[in-house]
């Protein structure tokens, strides 16, 4: 049989080999688009927590957050609670452009803001914040 | 060995064997021509036979025979009937002799049948009818002494639809294709290798992160930490740019969640046109004014 028909073994011998490298091909072209994706992804988790840890993770908030207490007047400070990673506040009677000061300060710094309330009683405010790092 | 002629009785049924094919199955000619090479007194043999074969289809064979190049021409199709019709078959056929190879052997005739002997006339291995023998008792038995050193073998593909030309050109060209492929997934592997040597020296830099699951986690608690803090400031900004002497924050109420603010705000339409253009870049939502009061609320998540 095979001596019978060899000349369409021979071809059948070459497309089998032209079909392996083919799958072998698709294979690693399938093997390098999901190790390049992968690698590509890795590389921007990678990269994005590393920006996003220097920014919301970032050392050396404690000092920055202590000279907040300096800014206002002891009377206007009804409670300003520093712990470890916390920070609890409680401004009354401020003035408009006094509130505006400390929110932008407390805006400025990369403390994440848990909570935020504003009341105002005729040209005063009260403030309460609570915020951690 | 086995001496294969028209009136043979029967094929032996074994898996293999040899033929000594007689002048019945082949046409013969010698010709004494300036050439070195079988291979070169083979590709001369079809235009040499032509007369006689007068047939493309004839597989041609070629040996020496002194000074002189025997050239053989027999058809592959008859002699393969021919054995079927003897209970047998090309595929058993190891390799094919020509009587004419062993024309010593045939000096002392050899009888075929009771009519017919194999016999040398005129320098040729030839059938004779018997009686024309000058002397039919002095016969000899065929037997492996006959067996020539040179010997053929049965051409391959012999049942093929494609010739061994074309069957090569499809070869080589579905062969090149092949490499062609292979050597292309062989430089994607060398890719694959590279990019997995950066993706682990990328993990060995941050051992923290180097886990798939912890590096997801970490990455997605602080993308959630990111979007969370800059829409609260964001809201914070837009709120403190509506402040004016007329626009006075009542309460605002702010967490991780969401946030409600409600304000005084002016009445006349000039300013609170103002103040919607300021909340819709500000994303501040679901506002309200009217009646000399803003209200806004809406998730910060």
Same mark, same amino acid.
């Given at each position: 049989?095979?001596r019978?028909? *060899?000349n369409e073994?021979?071809v059948?011998v070459?497309?089998?080999?032209l079909?392996?490298?083919?799958l072998?091909?698709?294979s690693?072209?399938s ?5 390049l994706?992968?690698s590509?992804?890795?590389a921007k988790q990678?990269? %994005? ?5 220097k920014?919301?993770?970032s050392k ?6 202590a000279?907040l207490?300096d800014t206002?007047?002891?009377m206007?400070?009804?409670?300003f609670d520093q *712990?470890?990673?916390?920070?609890n506040?409680h401004f009354?009677?401020?003035t408009?452009?006094e509130l505006n000061?400390i929110?932008t300060?407390?805006?400025?710094l990369p403390?994440?803001i %848990?909570?935020?309330?504003i ?7 009260e403030?309460e ?5 | ?9 029967e094929?032996?049924?074994?898996p293999r ?5 007689s002048?019945?199955? $082949?046409v013969?000619k010698?010709?004494d021509?300036?050439v070195?090479?079988?291979?070169q007194a083979?590709k001369?043999?079809?235009s ?11 597989t041609?064979?070629?040996f020496?025979?002194g000074?002189?190049?025997v ?6 199709k008859?002699l393969?009937?021919a ?13 094919i $002799? ?7 052997k045939f ?6 049948n009771?009519?017919e ?5 005129n320098?040729?291995?030839?059938v004779?009818?018997?009686h024309?023998l000058?002397n039919?008792?002095?016969l000899?038995e065929f037997?492996?002494?006959?067996r ?13 639809y494609?010739s061994?030309?074309q069957a090569m ?9 092949g490499v062609?492929?292979?050597a ?6 060398n890719?694959v290798t590279q ?5 682990d020296?990328?993990?060995?830099d941050n ?10 986690s ?7 930490i990111?979007?969370?803090?800059r829409n609260i400031r ?7 740019r509506?402040?004016?002497s007329k626009?006075?924050?009542?309460s ?5 969640k969401? $946030? ?10 000039k300013s609170i ?7 819709k ?8 004014i009217?009646a ?10």
């Amino acid at each position: 049989m095979i001596r019978k028909y *060899q000349n369409e073994l021979i071809v059948l011998v070459a497309f089998l080999f032209l079909l392996g490298g083919f799958l072998y091909q698709k294979s690693m072209s399938s093997a390098l688009d999901s190790s390049l994706s992968l690698s590509k992804k890795a590389a921007k988790q990678i990269t %994005e927590t590393k920006t996003l840890q220097k920014v919301w993770a970032s050392k050396g908030l404690k000092q920055q957050v202590a000279q907040l207490r300096d800014t206002l007047p002891p009377m206007r400070i009804k409670k300003f609670d520093q *712990q470890k990673n916390k920070l609890n506040v409680h401004f009354i009677d401020l003035t408009g452009q006094e509130l505006n000061m400390i929110s932008t300060k407390l805006a400025s710094l990369p403390l994440h803001i %848990e909570k935020l309330t504003i009341n105002r009683a005729g040209d005063k405010y009260e403030m309460e914040c609570e915020c951690s790092w | 060995m086995i001496l294969f002629y028209r009136d043979l009785a029967e094929l032996p049924d074994i898996p293999r064997y040899d033929i000594m094919l007689s002048p019945q199955f $082949y046409v013969i000619k010698h010709e004494d021509i300036p050439v070195k090479y079988s291979m070169q007194a083979k590709k001369l043999a079809p235009s040499i036979l032509d007369e006689l074969s007068g047939d493309e289809t004839m597989t041609h064979e070629v040996f020496q025979d002194g000074d002189k190049w025997v050239f053989i021409a027999y058809d592959l199709k008859k002699l393969t009937e021919a054995l079927e019709a003897k209970g047998g078959s090309i595929d058993r056929v190891g390799r094919i $002799y020509f009587a004419e190879q062993a024309k010593e052997k045939f000096d002392i005739p050899v009888k075929l049948n009771d009519r017919e002997v194999l016999a040398v006339v005129n320098d040729t291995v030839t059938v004779v009818p018997t009686h024309l023998l000058e002397n039919s008792d002095n016969l000899a038995e065929f037997d492996a002494s006959f067996r020539p050193d040179k010997s053929f073998r049965v051409q391959r593909g012999y049942s093929s639809y494609i010739s061994p030309k074309q069957a090569m050109i499809a070869a080589a060209i579905l062969g090149v294709l092949g490499v062609a492929y292979f050597a292309e997934g062989y430089r994607y592997q060398n890719a694959v290798t590279q990019a997995e040597g950066k993706l682990d020296q990328l993990l060995a830099d941050n051992p923290s992160l180097s886990g798939a699951y912890a590096r997801e986690s970490i990455y997605k608690k602080f993308m959630d930490i990111d979007t969370q803090q800059r829409n609260i400031r964001d809201r914070i900004k837009s709120i403190s740019r509506m402040i004016s002497s007329k626009t006075k924050i009542n309460s605002l109420y702010m967490d991780k969640k969401g $946030y409600k603010v409600i304000m005084d705000a002016p009445t006349d339409p000039k300013s609170i046109k103002s103040l919607r253009t300021i909340a819709k870049s500000g994303g501040l939502e679901n506002l309200d004014i009217k009646a000399g009061k803003l209200e806004s609320h809406g998730s910060l998540q």
